[in-house]
């Protein structure tokens, strides 16, 4: 078993399709928080650019995907729980 890093990415994707997703790391609870405020929908982050993707409500594309909107602002990642 790998060691999963304590500090989080510049950039991190919950969707498998995406360069920037890292199963390890998300399996760890990551926490968003923007603005100031704790977000459950975030789907991608960038730490350095200060933005992030949330899901647009319920909507989806023509592949069944969730909509997404992105947000400019100050992004703060954390793991939710500590490691094991």
Do not use: Q
């Not at 500090?7 to 923007?34: C, K, M, Q």
């Not at 992030?52 to 409500?57: E, I, N």
Request: hydrophobic letters at 35%.
């Amino acid at each position: 078993m790998t060691d999963t890093p304590d500090a989080l990415p510049d950039r991190l994707s919950t969707d498998p399709r995406s360069p920037f997703y890292n199963a390890e790391i998300l399996a760890r609870d990551v926490g968003v928080r923007f603005k100031g405020i704790d977000r459950n929908n975030v789907e991608e982050y960038c730490v350095s650019e200060g933005w992030v993707r949330m899901t647009a409500g319920a909507a989806k594309d023509r592949h069944g995907n969730p909509m997404t909107m992105k947000f400019s602002g100050v992004v703060e990642p954390y793991f939710r729980s500590p490691r094991a």
